[in-house]
């Protein structure tokens, strides 16, 4: 009866041995997995974090470009800003000035210089925007008439001043009125007062960047086909 009594203490002792170490293993995987499951959301809120901050950034990104377009100097300067681009992108160093004077004291935005003088083509930035942009904001029918007149006005006046620009033995007979917003440009071409055939009979294209784009690159084709021409003829002699 002894040895049974051992024998059953012992078999006793095992399973509390045993029943210990699975709550011990047990403890220690929770505890992984809870140090685990601290570092994920740890990380989880850092994200957030971050994330909050770039909403904060690009929230003061959105209120700057609304000052931008409130204030008509850096609106202007944007404009500029943005004709330089394209054609310093798209045109060699030498067949482009920005910021050109005429003799006449004149000075627009971009010149590009394709040979001649007779070959040199005026490009002047205009961003109208005020207008245009009260335009879609009023749901005020007679507002809305007003404001299209008066954007009207201001195109018919921008047609003018580049026109200006336009100066016999300095240029040739067109010039470039470039408008940076593409919806501008569209309400400009969609317009009923046909300001794309007005434009022109005073010797000025009205662009978009993308138009614009397309002509530069036409023009660089040009300039490219007469240099190989010229380098051909002077092989065969």
């Given at each position: ?171 040739a007979p067109i010039a470039y009125m470039f408008v940076a917003s593409e919806g501008v440009f569209d309400a400009i071409v969609k317009s009923e007062k046909d300001f794309v055939k007005k434009a ?20 660089k084709l040009i300039i490219q086909n007469r240099e190989m021409s010229r380098l051909a003829k002077f092989l065969q002699q």
């Open positions: 009866d002894l040895k049974d009594n051992l024998d059953l203490e012992r078999e006793r002792k095992k399973d509390l041995d045993e029943f210990k170490d699975k709550v011990l293993k047990a403890i220690n995987t929770s505890s992984t997995e809870l140090k685990q499951d601290f570092v994920a959301i740890k990380e989880r809120v850092s994200t957030v974090q971050s994330a909050q901050k770039e909403l904060g950034k690009l929230a003061n990104e959105v209120i700057d470009f609304k000052n931008l377009f409130s204030n008509k100097t850096k609106r202007g300067r944007l404009g500029e800003e943005y004709l330089e681009d394209i054609v310093s992108d798209t045109m060699s160093k030498q067949h482009y000035k920005f910021q050109h004077t005429f003799n006449n004291g004149k000075r627009v935005d971009c010149l590009l210089t394709l040979g001649s003088t007779d070959q040199s083509i005026p490009i002047d930035s205009k961003f109208s925007w005020e207008n245009y942009k009260k335009m879609f904001e009023t749901k005020d029918e007679n507002l809305q008439k007003q404001h299209a007149k008066d954007f009207a006005q201001d195109i018919a006046d921008h047609i003018v001043e580049v026109s200006g620009y336009v100066i016999d033995g300095e240029t022109r009979t005073k010797g000025v294209i009205i662009v978009s960047p993308d138009t614009l784009f397309s002509h530069l690159r036409n023009y």
